[in-house]
C-alpha cells in the first residue's frame, strides 16, 4: 500500500517521511522515527533539544527566553522584580537579596489565577451577559406590544369623535411613535453595546485556552485577563411609559378634553443586574419538583381531529392545542377536554403549513415552505415576520428567550443550519462542530426542533435516524441513534420532538411506533409504545402531559407518563 494515498496509514517521521513516528523534540515540535534522531539533534546545535517518546509530547517546559541575557532560558522568578531570571541573571548584583522562586512553582500559581478567571467568565459572566441580551430583547418585544396596545386605545377613542378630531388623533399617535422610536433606539444602543461586551469577553475565554493549553509558559504570562472590567455589568435601562388619559366630549374644546399622552422617560439603573448563579449556589431559582417516569404510561384522552393525516401539534395551553395536517392548509384549534374544534386559521398563502408553534403571549407561528416565510397569527389577522432565503423547507420552535429557533434546509450543497432571530434580525447561526463538520446534513429531510429547560437545542432528523444536541453557543453536545432493542426492530426513524420539566428529551419513532424518552445527557430512559401508530408530533404542556399526533389515525392522544 502506497503510504501517501493509504487514508489508514500510520503517522510518518516530519524528516524522512518514510519511518513510523516513535520521538518527539518538544523543543522543536518534530515528530521523529528513531532512525532520524540522531540526524536532528545535530541539525542545529545552539537548540537544547530535548527528545521524548511520541506518546509523551510536549511533556517537557519550554522556558521563557530572558530579556536580557540572550540565548538563556530562565528557569527562576524573582518576585520582587516579577520577571523571570535566568542563571546569569542570578549571579548578578541585580537580584541579590530578592526572594527567588522556581518558575515552574509560579506557573501553576498563574495558571490557578487565570483558570479560576476562565472558570468565572464560562459559568457566570458570559451566561449573564446572554441572559441579559435576552433580557433587553423580552422587554424590547413587551414595549412593542405595549406600545401597539396604547396606540389601539388613543385609535379606539377616537372613534368616537368626529373627523374634526382626526388632526389630534394624528398628532397624538405621532408623538406616541416619536416616543418609541427614542426608547427603542436607546435601548437597541444598549443591546449592541452589551453584545460587543460578549465578544470581547469570548475572545478572552479563547486566548486563555489557547495559552493553558500551550507548554508556552510566555504565552501563559501574556495572558492579561480584563476580568475586573467584565465584572462591571452593564447599567440597565429602565423604560417608563406614557399614559393616555381619556376626556370626554364638550364643546369644540378638542384639545383639551380629548385626551393627553404623559411624558415617558428612560433611566439608567447602576445595579440593575446580577452576576449568574449557579445550579448549586444559594441564590439560584429553585427548580422544578422532581417526578418520576411512571412504570406504566397511560392515555387520558383521545382528540378526533378532522384530518385525514395529521402531523403537528403545539400547546396554547393546558386546555387547547392547534394542529396541522398533511395537504391542508388550515390550522386548527382544539378543545383537549371536549375534542371540540375551536377555531380554524387558513394560510395566507393556501399553501399547507410546514410546521407550527405558539409564543409566550399566545401567538400561533406558523412557517410557509412555499413563499419561504415564518408568520404569525394576531387577533386572526396573519403577519409576515421572516422572509427566508436559499431553502426548501424550514421548522421553527420559540426558544425560552422568546426568539425564533428556525431550521433551515439548503436548496443546495451546502449543510443545513439552525438560525436564531430576535423578530426579523437574525442573531446565531448553528451549522458545524468544533471541527468544522456538518451538524445537519445537507439537502431536504423531515427535521424537527426544540429547546430543553437547560436551554440545550434539539433536532430530530428522520432521514439520518439522529437526534443532534448543541448547547446555547451551538457547540455539540451528543448525538442520539435510537436504542436496542427497538419495540419492531425497525431502524430509527425520529420525527416530532419535545422536553418536559425534568429536562427529558421526547422524541417520536414512526417506524417503530413508539416515543422514546431520553434524560439530559443523551442517555436512553424507556419507551412509550402502546397503541401508538405512526406517531408524528409531540408537544408537552405545563403540566408534563404528553401530546402525540398518529399521522394515520388524524388523532391526538394526552399521555401521561410522570408521576
Given at each position: 500500500?502506497?503510504?501517501?494515498t493509504?487514508a489508514?496509514?500510520?503517522?510518518?517521521?516530519?524528516?524522512?517521511?518514510?519511518?513510523?513516528?516513535?520521538?518527539?523534540?518538544?523543543t522543536?515540535?518534530?515528530?521523529?522515527?528513531?532512525?532520524?534522531?540522531?540526524?536532528?539533534?545535530?541539525?542545529?546545535?545552539?537548540?537544547?533539544?530535548?527528545?521524548?517518546?511520541?506518546?509523551l509530547?510536549?511533556?517537557?517546559?519550554?522556558?521563557?527566553?530572558?530579556?536580557?541575557?540572550?540565548?538563556?532560558?530562565?528557569?527562576?522568578?524573582?518576585?520582587?522584580?516579577?520577571?523571570?531570571?535566568?542563571?546569569?541573571?542570578?549571579?548578578?548584583?541585580?537580584?541579590?537579596?530578592?526572594?527567588?522562586?522556581?518558575?515552574?512553582?509560579?506557573?501553576?500559581?498563574?495558571?490557578?489565577d487565570?483558570?479560576?478567571?476562565?472558570?468565572?467568565?464560562?459559568?457566570?459572566?458570559?451566561?449573564?451577559?446572554q441572559?441579559?441580551?435576552?433580557?433587553?430583547?423580552?422587554?424590547?418585544?413587551?414595549?412593542?406590544?405595549?406600545?401597539?396596545?396604547?396606540?389601539?386605545?388613543?385609535?379606539?377613542h377616537?372613534?368616537?369623535?368626529?373627523?374634526e378630531?382626526?388632526?389630534?388623533v394624528?398628532?397624538l399617535n405621532?408623538?406616541?411613535?416619536?416616543?418609541?422610536?427614542?426608547?427603542?433606539?436607546?435601548?437597541?444602543?444598549?443591546?449592541?453595546?452589551?453584545?460587543?461586551?460578549?465578544?470581547?469577553?469570548?475572545?478572552?475565554?479563547?486566548?486563555?485556552?489557547?495559552?493553558?493549553?500551550?507548554?508556552?509558559?510566555?504565552?501563559?504570562?501574556?495572558?492579561?485577563?480584563?476580568?475586573?472590567?467584565?465584572?462591571?455589568?452593564?447599567?440597565?435601562?429602565?423604560?417608563?411609559?406614557?399614559?393616555?388619559?381619556?376626556?370626554?366630549?364638550?364643546?369644540?374644546?378638542?384639545?383639551?378634553?380629548?385626551?393627553?399622552l404623559?411624558?415617558?422617560?428612560?433611566?439608567?439603573?447602576k445595579?440593575?443586574?446580577?452576576?449568574?448563579?449557579t445550579?448549586?449556589?444559594?441564590?439560584?431559582?429553585?427548580?422544578?419538583?422532581?417526578?418520576?417516569?411512571?412504570?406504566?404510561?397511560?392515555?387520558?384522552?383521545?382528540?378526533?381531529?378532522?384530518?385525514?393525516n395529521?402531523?403537528?401539534?403545539?400547546?396554547?395551553?393546558?386546555?387547547?392545542?392547534?394542529?396541522?395536517?398533511?395537504?391542508?392548509?388550515?390550522?386548527k384549534?382544539?378543545?383537549i377536554?371536549?375534542?371540540?374544534?375551536?377555531?380554524?386559521?387558513?394560510?395566507?398563502?393556501?399553501?399547507?403549513?410546514?410546521?407550527?408553534?405558539?409564543?409566550?403571549?399566545?401567538?400561533?407561528v406558523?412557517?410557509?415552505?412555499?413563499?419561504?416565510?415564518?408568520n404569525?397569527?394576531?387577533?386572526?389577522?396573519?403577519e409576515?415576520?421572516?422572509?427566508?432565503t436559499?431553502?426548501?423547507?424550514?421548522?421553527?420552535?420559540?426558544?425560552?428567550?422568546?426568539?425564533?429557533l428556525?431550521?433551515?434546509?439548503?436548496?443546495?450543497?451546502?449543510?443545513?443550519?439552525?438560525?436564531?432571530?430576535?423578530?426579523?434580525?437574525?442573531r446565531?447561526?448553528?451549522?458545524f462542530?468544533?471541527?468544522?463538520?456538518?451538524?445537519?446534513?445537507?439537502g431536504?429531510?423531515?427535521?424537527?426542533i426544540?429547546?430543553?429547560?437547560?436551554?440545550?437545542?434539539?433536532?430530530?432528523?428522520c432521514?439520518?435516524?439522529?437526534?443532534?444536541?448543541?448547547?446555547?453557543?451551538?457547540?455539540?453536545?451528543?448525538?442520539?441513534?435510537?436504542?436496542?432493542?427497538a419495540?419492531?426492530?425497525?431502524?430509527?426513524?425520529?420525527?416530532?420532538?419535545?422536553?418536559?420539566?425534568?429536562?427529558?428529551?421526547?422524541?417520536?419513532?414512526?417506524?417503530?411506533?413508539?416515543?422514546?424518552?431520553?434524560?439530559?445527557?443523551?442517555?436512553?430512559?424507556?419507551?412509550?409504545?402502546?397503541?401508538?401508530?405512526?406517531?408524528?408530533?409531540?408537544?408537552?404542556?405545563?403540566?408534563?402531559?404528553?401530546?402525540?399526533?398518529?399521522?394515520?389515525?388524524?388523532?391526538?392522544?394526552?399521555?401521561?407518563?410522570?408521576?
Open positions: 500500500m502506497d503510504p501517501s493509504s489508514q496509514d500510520v503517522l510518518r517521521c516530519d524528516l524522512c517521511k518514510i519511518g513510523v513516528v516513535a520521538m518527539h523534540c518538544d522543536c515540535l518534530v515528530n521523529l522515527c528513531k532512525v532520524c534522531v540522531g540526524e536532528h539533534m545535530i541539525s542545529d546545535e545552539s537548540k537544547n533539544h530535548e527528545i521524548v517518546p511520541f506518546k509530547r510536549k511533556s517537557t517546559p519550554i522556558y521563557p527566553g530572558c530579556t536580557f541575557h540572550v540565548k538563556e532560558r530562565c528557569e527562576m522568578y524573582c518576585n520582587q522584580c516579577d520577571i523571570p531570571v535566568c542563571a546569569t541573571c542570578l549571579t548578578s548584583d541585580h537580584h541579590l537579596g530578592h526572594k527567588l522562586l522556581k518558575i515552574l512553582r509560579v506557573l501553576e500559581k498563574k495558571k490557578e487565570i483558570n479560576k478567571d476562565q472558570t468565572e467568565m464560562n459559568d457566570t459572566i458570559y451566561p449573564t451577559y441572559d441579559i441580551v435576552s433580557d433587553v430583547q423580552n422587554r424590547m418585544s413587551q414595549l412593542e406590544k405595549e406600545y401597539e396596545d396604547l396606540s389601539s386605545a388613543i385609535s379606539k377616537g372613534e368616537d369623535w368626529h373627523r378630531i382626526d388632526k389630534l394624528k398628532k405621532a408623538e406616541v411613535d416619536e416616543m418609541k422610536n427614542t426608547q427603542m433606539q436607546t435601548l437597541q444602543k444598549h443591546l449592541d453595546e452589551i453584545i460587543k461586551n460578549i465578544s470581547e469577553i469570548k475572545n478572552e475565554i479563547n486566548s486563555i485556552d489557547a495559552a493553558v493549553n500551550s507548554n508556552d509558559i510566555s504565552k501563559v504570562f501574556n495572558v492579561k485577563s480584563d476580568i475586573k472590567r467584565h465584572r462591571n455589568l452593564p447599567e440597565k435601562i429602565l423604560i417608563s411609559l406614557p399614559k393616555f388619559t381619556p376626556g370626554r366630549i364638550q364643546g369644540n374644546e378638542f384639545s383639551k378634553f380629548f385626551g393627553a404623559s411624558s415617558s422617560s428612560l433611566t439608567s439603573k445595579l440593575g443586574y446580577s452576576l449568574k448563579t445550579e448549586n449556589s444559594p441564590e439560584a431559582g429553585s427548580s422544578p419538583p422532581m417526578k418520576q417516569l411512571l412504570d406504566e404510561p397511560e392515555t387520558v384522552t383521545t382528540i378526533e381531529t378532522e384530518y385525514t395529521i402531523r403537528n401539534v403545539a400547546c396554547l395551553s393546558n386546555e387547547e392545542i392547534w394542529t396541522i395536517g398533511q395537504y391542508n392548509n388550515t390550522m384549534l382544539y378543545n377536554s371536549q375534542g371540540s374544534l375551536l377555531k380554524s386559521i387558513t394560510t395566507k398563502s393556501g399553501d399547507t403549513p410546514a410546521d407550527i408553534a405558539v409564543t409566550k403571549t399566545g401567538y400561533l406558523y412557517t410557509d415552505w412555499r413563499c419561504r416565510t415564518v404569525i397569527v394576531k387577533n386572526e389577522k396573519i409576515e415576520v421572516i422572509r427566508l436559499k431553502c426548501n423547507r424550514h421548522v421553527v420552535c420559540i426558544a425560552t428567550s422568546g426568539d425564533f428556525v431550521i433551515m434546509d439548503s436548496d443546495d450543497i451546502n449543510p443545513s443550519k439552525i438560525v436564531r432571530y430576535s423578530g426579523s434580525t437574525e446565531q447561526t448553528i451549522q462542530d468544533d471541527k468544522g463538520q456538518p451538524l445537519y446534513p445537507s431536504p429531510s423531515t427535521r424537527h426544540t429547546e430543553s429547560r437547560n436551554l440545550d437545542i434539539c433536532v430530530s432528523d432521514e439520518a435516524g439522529t437526534v443532534v444536541v448543541v448547547n446555547r453557543a451551538g457547540r455539540l453536545r451528543f448525538r442520539y441513534k435510537g436504542h436496542t432493542p419495540p419492531k426492530n425497525k431502524p430509527f426513524s425520529p420525527l416530532g420532538i419535545t422536553t418536559d420539566s425534568q429536562s427529558h428529551i421526547l422524541t417520536a419513532d414512526k417506524c417503530n411506533d413508539c416515543v422514546h424518552i431520553i434524560d439530559q445527557d443523551g442517555q436512553f430512559l424507556c419507551y412509550i409504545n402502546f397503541g401508538l401508530r405512526n406517531p408524528w408530533g409531540l408537544c408537552t404542556d405545563t403540566n408534563d402531559y404528553l401530546y402525540v399526533s398518529l399521522y394515520d389515525e388524524g388523532q391526538v392522544k394526552k399521555i401521561r407518563y410522570l408521576q
